[in-house]
């Protein structure tokens, strides 16, 4: 069954890869072509969705080097003026482009509270001309986990704990319908340690659930 389709049918075919880790770059780039990016991230995603993002990424400084500069070169390529992310998996130690989000990016949303300059800051600055920021992190390491609708199932979440923790900063975006797989907010945590960040951000995630 050929579902339809006339023979002969080109068809494009993709392996299933077995990923090292998956990483992304937030890079900003000014129209003069001044360039600043921000500390590898380290991303995990469930079902499609980013759930999980840990900076700095668990990589060697090679690897990070590479990634910075692979993400610099695409912004260059493309002429681009802005706040990008360049989503790369790393397999067998080789390192390929997933993904372009021409825009500030779910995986950096943690510059917000982990950095001098956060990315929507970043992206004013770019396209107005006026310098890029500082992209410094103001932590050691931080942990970025997404809210979704999902947690809403049992009612509105408590979200007591993560407001009396004062490492975690708590971000709802105000979205008034609340449904299974949509980002309505994000949990940022700040440590000394990027596994105790990750951890503490997914443990808070996982007791508002009721």
Not at 85 to 100: K, P, Q, R, S
Not at 112 to 118: A, I, R
Not at 165 to 184: I, N, Q, T, V
């Given at each position: 069954?050929?579902?339809?389709?006339?023979?002969?049918?080109?068809?494009?075919?993709?392996?299933?890869?077995?990923?090292?880790?998956?990483?992304?770059?937030?890079?900003?780039?000014?129209?003069?072509?001044?360039?600043?990016?921000?500390?590898?991230?380290?991303?995990?995603?469930?079902?499609?969705?980013?759930?999980?993002?840990?900076?700095?990424?668990?990589?060697?400084?090679?690897?990070?080097?590479r990634?910075?500069?692979?993400?610099?070169?695409?912004?260059?390529?493309?002429?681009?003026?802005?706040?990008?992310?360049?989503?790369?998996?790393?397999?067998?130690?080789?390192?390929?482009?997933?993904?372009?989000?021409?825009?500030?990016?779910?995986?950096?949303?943690?510059?917000?509270?982990?950095?001098?300059?956060?990315?929507?800051?970043?992206?004013?600055?770019?396209?107005?001309?006026?310098?890029?920021?500082?992209?410094?992190?103001?932590?050691?390491?931080?942990?970025?986990?997404?809210?979704?609708?999902?947690?809403?199932?049992?009612?509105?979440?408590?979200?007591?704990?993560?407001?009396e923790?004062?490492?975690?900063?708590?971000?709802?975006?105000?979205?008034?319908?609340?449904?299974?797989?949509?980002?309505?907010g994000?949990?940022?945590?700040?440590?000394?340690?990027?596994?105790?960040?990750?951890?503490?951000?997914?443990?808070?995630?996982?007791?508002v659930?009721?």
């Open positions: 069954n050929n579902g339809g389709l006339s023979l002969p049918v080109e068809l494009l075919a993709f392996g299933v890869l077995e990923l090292d880790t998956e990483l992304s770059v937030i890079v900003a780039r000014t129209v003069d072509g001044r360039t600043e990016t921000w500390a590898v991230a380290e991303n995990r995603h469930v079902d499609g969705v980013l759930d999980l993002t840990v900076v700095p990424a668990a990589v060697d400084a090679r690897t990070t080097d990634a910075t500069g692979l993400a610099m070169a695409v912004a260059d390529a493309l002429g681009y003026v802005g706040v990008m992310a360049v989503e790369l998996f790393v397999v067998d130690g080789e390192m390929l482009v997933n993904e372009i989000a021409p825009r500030p990016h779910n995986s950096g949303h943690w510059t917000l509270d982990g950095s001098v300059t956060s990315q929507f800051e970043q992206q004013i600055r770019a396209i107005c001309g006026v310098g890029l920021g500082d992209t410094s992190m103001t932590t050691p390491a931080v942990a970025m986990v997404n809210l979704l609708g999902d947690l809403w199932n049992g009612g509105s979440p408590d979200w007591t704990a993560m407001l923790d004062p490492r975690a900063k708590l971000h709802l975006y105000g979205k008034s319908e609340p449904r299974p797989g949509r980002k309505m994000h949990l940022t945590v700040l440590s000394e340690v990027a596994t105790e960040a990750a951890a503490r951000a997914l443990a808070l995630r996982a007791g659930v009721q």
